[in-house]
């Protein structure tokens, strides 16, 4: 069973009791976004995290998905990536391809996977330069109200804490408005490197997607939607508001059970 309510102000609440619920629910709107941007404009450009989202949008490998997708058309990036090798469990590009990609007919060409054989900060800059050459070219739009790229679609996750991306609470990369694609270093998640959008890029999207599960996250969940206190830092979840774009949380129960005034119907 699920309950959908609009928060005008935190965008749409896609709340679903089950996982599988979930992973259907995701595959259909991550469905629906591609078919839409390949109608008008020929092209869907998306960006992936890492971490359980990849998992959660594994109904896309399998029927119907993968017979009516125009997976032709889709421009894959990544909004964060652990700075390690390509065949590291903890590489986000690996993660997608092997649980994903390697599955469903993708143009090797339109997969963009960050520069593992050079510095965070190499590869930060080397990243912005891939974006800038397919915003040149419009397989990626660009926003006009910033300089930024506008993804079709960035589907994120969110840690315990309330990070998202390689954004970690009170980290100056959270105040990086300049660049597009910035480096950390000393990660307080392991790995210690990471390279991570910003998030003018992230509120320059289309179409932005939470995706959380379960009860060790309901407590950042509650802060990042109902929480409007001015006695601390916001968390980075908090910060997601896209200028034009639409943003929609998919959670599971246990991740929303601390939300004010959700009530289940029984
Ligand atoms: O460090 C990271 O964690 C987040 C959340 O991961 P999850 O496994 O708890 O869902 C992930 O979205 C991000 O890409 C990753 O770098």
Redesign the pocket.
């Known amino acids: 069973m699920a309950v959908s309510e609009v928060n005008n102000d935190r965008g749409e609440l896609r709340i679903l009791e089950y996982l599988d619920e979930l992973r259907t629910n995701l595959a259909d709107y991550i469905a629906e976004l591609s078919d839409a941007a390949v109608k008008e404009r020929g092209a869907f450009s998306i960006a992936l995290?890492?971490?359980?989202?990849i998992h959660l949008m594994g109904k896309l490998c399998e029927a119907p998905y993968n017979k009516t997708v125009d997976w032709s058309k889709w421009y894959i990036f990544w909004?964060?990536e652990?700075v390690v090798a390509k065949n590291h469990s903890n590489n986000?590009y690996k993660l997608a391809k092997d649980d994903h990609f390697s599955k469903v007919p993708i143009v090797p060409s339109h997969v963009h996977p960050i520069n593992d054989s050079v510095s965070a900060e190499e590869a930060a800059d080397d990243y912005m330069f891939v974006i800038r050459q397919l915003v040149k070219t419009r397989m990626v739009s660009v926003s006009d109200i910033s300089d930024c790229p506008e993804f079709d679609l960035i589907l994120?996750?969110?840690?315990?804490e309330g990070?998202?991306?390689?954004l970690f609470p009170n980290h100056s990369a959270l105040d990086e408005t300049d660049e597009w694609v910035t480096f950390v270093a000393g990660?307080p998640?392991p790995p210690p490197e990471?390279i991570t959008f910003t998030l003018p890029v992230i509120n320059s999207a289309s179409n932005v997607a939470m995706v959380?599960t379960s009860e060790n996250?309901a407590e950042a969940v509650h802060l990042a939607i109902d929480y409007i206190g001015h006695d601390c830092q916001p968390l980075p979840a908090r910060l997601v508001q896209p200028t034009k774009g639409k943003l929609v949380w998919f959670l599971d129960k246990p991740a929303a059970s601390k939300l004010d005034g959700l009530q289940f119907p029984k």
């Open positions: 995290s890492g971490g359980s989202l909004a964060d652990c986000n994120l996750g969110m840690g315990p990070h998202i991306v390689s990660s998640k990471r959380v996250k």
